[in-house]
């Protein structure tokens, strides 16, 4: 039995596909298997994974219809026969290591899951920034999650940069059909766990900005997905970890609903129904988001949206004017 199955969604990523593969192949730890899922991926993304599983025989492919990302995740937990279950997303690549330090924290620990950090890389650059200080961590499910929910740390609430055991999948799947499943799933799994080992090296490399990208593009009805995950996520924690609401509600407000603001602004659409929607939610929640651990300036454009959607535009689009595009809001 290996170690680890590392499953890896394939979709549209040809000019990626080969540096994932690869940073998979040169783990540390080679007992693991790697299950490609081709989800009817257009371009010659099938061909590079039927490539890479006749040169490593710890690779094996589905090819299968178009189903969303879900779908691919679940289709490979269908088949998967490791201790542990890892996820990387295949314009993503990993350090050769981080497999085998999250594994060990586990089976050192004796805990279900293990995350670390993840550095950003921008399309275009080799630059990705590395922790000089790395600190290990025993946590409780709930500190763990609070560090996910804080939008300043590098933990985020992705499945990518952790590892788990793999019967905490036993009855979750992700949402078939759905983007932002991360947000949907997470929770679930993280509240199985009693202790969460953590490391604060960024072994994950997430790629930013990448043209194409399913949650890179315009404004579009698929924003609504993110708005039900975040409150399936929401309405959890109030029913069964009512200690971590104001930071539930509080991501929420940034992760969700300012993002999806921001991308309505950028894509030059006006959907009143989401910004109602949204208005609401912040009306109802204002004083969960003051008391919240988000700063300052986003407590204050929180309120400027809640008061005037039509100068929180002005001022949104000044700003990234100003920063000649980049988006520090």
């Known amino acids: 039995m290996p170690e680890i199955s590392i499953i890896v969604p394939v979709y549209k990523v040809e000019g990626y596909l080969k540096k994932c593969i690869e940073s998979i192949c040169n783990q540390t730890i080679k007992n693991i298997e790697i299950i490609l899922v081709d989800d009817g991926s257009p ?57 085998e330090l999250l594994f060990d924290l586990c089976e050192k620990n ?37 560090l996910m929910l804080d939008v300043q740390k590098n933990v985020r609430t992705g499945v990518w940069n952790k590892l788990y055991k793999r019967e905490l999948f036993n009855n979750v799947r992700f949402p078939k059909g759905k983007l932002f499943e991360d947000v949907g799933t997470m929770y679930k799994l993280i509240f199985q766990a009693d202790m969460i080992s953590y490391v604060s ?29 975040s409150e399936n996520m929401v309405q959890y924690i109030r029913k069964y970890q009512p200690q971590l609401q104001n930071a539930a509600i509080a991501f929420r407000a940034v992760n969700c609903h300012l993002t999806i603001i921001n991308t309505m602004i950028t894509s030059k659409i006006k959907d ?26 986003k407590k204050m454009q929180l309120l400027l949206l809640l008061i005037n959607y039509d100068l929180y535009k002005y001022l949104y689009l000044n700003q990234k004017k100003g920063s000649r595009g980049t988006d520090s809001w």
């Open 110 to 146: 004796n805990t279900l899951i293990a995350g670390c950090d993840l550095a950003y890389v921008y399309d275009g650059t080799d630059r990705v920034d590395y922790c000089s200080n790395a600190q290990e961590y025993i946590i409780t499910s709930s500190e763990f999650f609070e």
């Open 272 to 297: 009143e129904k989401m910004i109602q929607i949204i208005k609401k939610d912040l009306r109802n929640h204002y004083f969960q988001i003051i008391r919240s651990h988000i700063s300052k300036i």
């Open 201 to 229: 090296i960024p072994g994950y490399h997430y790629l930013k900005q990448r043209e194409g990208a399913i949650t890179n593009g315009k404004y579009s009805k698929k924003e609504y997905d993110r708005l039900e995950m």
């Open 43 to 99: 371009d010659q993304c099938g061909e590079i994974c039927d490539y890479y599983s006749k040169r490593d025989s710890r690779i094996k492919v589905i090819h299968k219809e178009n189903g969303g990302l879900s779908d691919a995740r679940n289709a490979g937990l269908e088949i998967a026969i490791g201790k542990y279950i890892g996820f990387v997303d295949s314009d993503d690549f990993v350090s050769s290591d981080m497999f």
